[in-house]
């Protein structure tokens, strides 16, 4: 399929796991990639092997949590490829969530890293991407959350404030700017088999997970990815404003 032929979309968290499967799945349909990471080694190397295929990527070093870092990912974007029509705000801080406990002890330095990444960090990207795609008449902002943000957990309350607050920053976009052609949308995973939680998640997490869906399989990044892939499309043209849960059917709503 190709989809998205002139298409630009930037992938802010794209070095590694989900995002590193969207750049790779927005390529094969035909978009020019810009890949946003802490890692800009990852995101380099990730736009070679794109670009070594044929494709059209850039790998840019990124912090989103810095407002002058997020704003020179979305200049190279206008000055690498001329525009911007998609924006995967998708990183968080996966060292952070390892601290993240409860209400009355988690430390404070936590809850700041926690919100600055999650959720200024996704505040960032949408508003510097924002302009550049009104410029080209509209685009789609795809947000990942978790399925954390609905659901009530015992711990991780920083990282379930965070994703929370993505739903609340996607609905003000698709209402401020819908009638001028932006769609925003929350893609909330469940657990998803990246690389990283293939080597390091615990036996019985992963048996939880498949015993708690409503599906034979555990997810992929590349499910996330097709799901960014139809939205970023004109398939999902008349879609704005909605959560959409990918994940195997463990939350229905
Ligand atoms: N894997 C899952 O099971 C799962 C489930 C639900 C939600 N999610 C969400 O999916 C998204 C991607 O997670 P993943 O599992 O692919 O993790 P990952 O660690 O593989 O990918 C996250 C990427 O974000 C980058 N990053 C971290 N902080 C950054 C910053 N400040 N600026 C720029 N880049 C930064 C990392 O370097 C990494 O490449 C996250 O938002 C996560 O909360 C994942």
Not at 124 to 141: F, N, V
Not at 246 to 253: E, F
């Amino acid at each position: 399929m190709h989809r998205l032929i002139d298409k630009v979309a930037v992938i802010a968290g794209g070095g590694s796991g989900i995002g590193a499967a969207t750049a790779e799945r927005l390529a094969m349909e035909g978009a020019a990639v810009v890949i946003g990471d802490l890692q800009g080694d990852s995101a380099e190397a990730l736009a070679q092997r794109i670009q070594d295929r044929g494709g059209r990527a850039l790998g840019v070093q990124c912090d989103i949590s810095n407002d002058v870092s997020v704003a020179a990912l979305i200049a190279a974007a206008l000055d690498t490829f001329g525009g911007v029509d998609l924006m995967h705000a998708n990183a968080a801080d996966m060292g952070a969530i390892m601290h993240d406990t409860t209400v009355l002890d988690v430390p404070l330095e936590i809850f700041d890293r926690t919100i600055a990444v999650n959720l200024r960090g996704y505040l960032l990207c949408t508003r510097h991407a924002l302009p550049a795609m009104l410029q080209r008449g509209g685009g789609a902002i795809v947000y990942t959350s978790s399925a954390a943000a609905f659901m009530g957990e015992p711990e991780r309350v920083c990282y379930g404030i965070s994703k929370s607050g993505i739903h609340a920053l996607m609905r003000h976009v698709a209402s401020a700017w819908g009638k001028q052609g932006i769609r925003a949308n929350v893609i909330a995973p469940g657990l998803i088999m990246t690389e990283a939680l293939r080597e390091h998640a615990l036996v019985q997490l992963k048996a939880d997970a498949l015993e708690q869906g409503r599906s034979p399989r555990l997810g992929e990044p590349t499910d996330i990815a097709a799901t960014v892939a139809f939205l970023a499309s004109r398939d999902g043209e008349w879609i704005n404003g909605q959560v959409i849960s990918v994940d195997g059917g463990v939350s229905m709503r």
